[in-house]
């Protein structure tokens, strides 16, 4: 059978923004989809988003409203979301309410008062809510299975696309006869996580298309709801993707040590304990991007950007002017109930708006704290997906992250992460002749060469400034208490020739 | 508290339709009744017969405050009205061009009664969203414009 025997699915918006990437690009026209959750998990806001993303006075919807909330107090409150707009009614959306039937008559009343309905509209979308209210009622003629059937048989028979609304718990949904009629089934679900509450949706069965697998968070806003795939609305979209262009940090000594710079597309993590100067390298990484042309992203966590701006001021780094001028946005994330999809679906869409090559997040410990608690067991894979998500369409990712200081040993970040990086500079203090003073080392660059070299560094009012050449003479530097060494040839070791992989 | 003058005036636009429309049409029920029946079934298929009694009972109870002459009305299981006077008073068209009509008349201040609980609930755009199967547009129009003309 050739391509041009196969039927073509329309695919309809669902009027939720990320939704349409979860289920694949849209859902398939004349579909019969469930959605189920627990009560207040937002099924009914779903559905009238997809109704007024799709109604037409042509081909209207029917919103068939059977036993629960009452008409009247729904749309009172569904007509809060700024999707909702009541010109539709009853041109293009008419509400219908079947609660009489249901009580004084059978489902077999209830499905031929449907078919009447939708023979005189000719819907175009048609929606039972709550369909799981109607099984409840005792001595029904026709049990629910059998209903669903036919109903099913009927709305596919006259081109409308069909949601029916349960209310369904979690053990419900195995080995239920109802679900293998449909041909979608959205689960939504919420939990709630010491202090917060966890949104998270599953499209766990949608015939005919590809949906993305697994869970993803979800918010209700003013907007609705706003659904965050785990893939960022990124699949197939290598727009950008990276070059072996250098980046350097506008520190001649520091990038000469890095070889020339990162590579555009690494994630970088730069390490260090309180104080070391971990903000000031990542505030320079950006300036010296936008000095040439290369748009910023700062994400704060734990400073506002006001105060992160004026602290860049005060070392001679302008993020005003850039910021004004739609070349720089610091974005200020720290709520305390975020998933790591919602904090990423802001950081991309300022990526898009202003065409941002370098990221900054600073930092990891506060991007964590900002999470629900419920996402941060998944902190690691999130930031994994994110990293790779973003690297993949050609931004720089620079992300500061605090360890604590240890005189045995010299760990790199505490979240295991480092083999989400492509390049590690570590800052530490150490102790040298009766000061704690500063150094810096390179300590991993995936892409290419890097100086092993040791260097003493401060931080001026120009930024971080590295002092000297490589330090010779003092063992054990790494370590923090260094013991000096007779050794005074301080020399810098020559950096391998361009090309040369790394040995680390 | 009494109806809202803007209600009154929107009902008594509504009443003052079907008072024309009535003329053409046997039997000639009174215009309450007519207005009263179709608020009734266009709203019987969304909230349901008995969203519509429970709404409706409640506008009674608050229009008779006002209106002594409702005193015998009375909402029957289904949602109908019944024991309106034998003869509601003749609605005055110049009167009523003049924006004036009498405060007491009961019909007026039972529509305006289920109007004023529907927009108290739904909001005014949502209300006259899905009144709109039941009455022609320029019934709406001229509400808005009179409206406009208060401002």
Aim: charge should be neutral; glycine fraction near 8%.
């Amino acid at each position: 059978m050739s391509t041009r025997d196969k039927v073509a699915i329309h695919q309809l918006p669902t009027g939720v923004p990320g939704l349409d990437e979860i289920v694949g690009g849209g859902l398939p026209e004349y579909s019969f989809n469930i959605i189920a959750g627990e009560p207040g998990s937002g099924k009914t806001t779903l559905a009238h988003q997809f109704v007024f993303a799709n109604a037409t006075p042509e081909r209207p919807a029917l919103y068939f409203t059977v036993l629960g909330e009452s008409s009247i107090k729904m749309l009172r409150y569904q007509q809060q979301y700024t999707f909702f707009d009541p010109a539709k009614l009853p041109g293009s959306i008419r509400f219908i309410n079947l609660s009489q039937v249901v009580l004084e008559n059978d489902l077999g009343a209830v499905l031929e008062q449907i078919t009447k309905e939708v023979e005189k509209a000719n819907p175009a979308v048609v929606v039972v809510d709550s369909f799981r209210t109607m099984v409840r009622k005792p001595q029904s003629d026709m049990d629910l299975q059998s209903f669903i059937q036919r109903l099913a048989l009927f709305l596919a028979s006259w081109q409308a696309t069909t949601f029916l609304i349960g209310e369904y718990a979690e053990d419900e949904l195995r080995d239920n006869p109802i679900f293998t009629v449909a041909d979608g089934l959205i689960w939504l679900r919420q939990t709630a996580e010491r202090n917060s509450i966890v949104r998270k949706l599953q499209v766990i069965k949608l015939r005919g298309q590809n949906s993305v697998p697994g869970l993803h968070t979800f918010r209700i806003t003013n907007a609705g709801v706003q659904a965050f795939s785990r893939t960022f609305g990124l699949i197939g979209h290598l727009k950008n993707p990276p070059t072996h262009r250098r980046l350097t940090f506008g520190i001649p000594d520091l990038d000469k040590m890095l070889g020339g710079g990162v590579r555009e597309g690494d994630s970088v993590l730069v390490a260090g304990s309180s104080g070391t100067g971990k903000s000031v390298l990542a505030t320079q990484f950006i300036a010296e991007g936008i000095r040439h042309g290369e748009p910023g992203i700062i994400a704060v966590f734990e400073e506002r950007p006001q105060a992160y701006a004026e602290r860049a001021t005060s070392l001679g780094l302008d993020l005003e002017t850039p910021q004004k001028d739609g070349k720089l946005e610091i974005l200020y994330l720290r709520p305390l109930d975020l998933s790591v999809d919602e904090t990423m679906h802001s950081i991309l869409d300022a990526v898009q708006r202003i065409g941002a090559k370098r990221l900054v997040i600073d930092s990891l410990a506060g991007f964590e704290m900002a999470l629900s608690p419920g996402f941060r067991a998944d902190f690691r894979e999130s930031l994994y997906r994110m990293i790779f998500a973003l690297t993949g369409i050609g931004v720089t990712i620079l992300s500061t992250v605090e360890v604590d200081e240890s005189f045995t040993e010299f760990p790199f970040s505490t979240y295991s992460i480092s083999f989400l990086t492509d390049d590690i500079i570590r800052l530490r203090y150490v102790s040298i002749e009766g000061q704690l003073r500063k150094i810096m080392v390179v300590i991993k660059m995936r892409g290419g060469n890097h100086a092993k070299d040791i260097r003493e560094y401060e931080i001026t009012s120009k930024g971080v400034v590295i002092l000297g050449n490589r330090l010779t003479n003092y063992q054990g530097l790494i370590s923090g208490i260094p013991v000096r060494t007779d050794r005074l040839d301080a020399m810098e070791e020559p950096l391998p020739k361009p090309g040369t992989k790394s040995k680390s | 508290m009494t109806a809202t003058p803007e209600m009154r005036d929107f009902a008594h636009r509504l009443l003052t339709y079907e008072a024309d429309a009535g003329k053409a049409s046997e039997p000639m029920d009174s215009p309450t009744l007519r207005v009263y029946e179709k608020m009734r079934q266009s709203l019987n298929e969304f909230v349901g017969v008995a969203g519509f009694l429970s709404l409706a009972t409640r506008a009674l109870a608050l229009a008779k405050r006002e209106a002594p002459s409702l005193g015998t009305a009375r909402i029957t299981a289904d949602g109908t009205l019944q024991g309106l006077g034998e003869r509601e008073p003749q609605l005055d068209i110049d009167r009523e061009r003049a924006g004036e009509y009498p405060s007491s008349e009961g019909g007026i201040i039972l529509i305006a009664r289920i109007l004023g609980l529907l927009r108290l609930f739904l909001g005014e755009a949502l209300t006259f969203s899905l009144l709109r199967n039941a009455w022609p547009g320029e019934v709406f129009d001229d509400q808005s414009s009179a409206n406009g003309r208060k401002a």
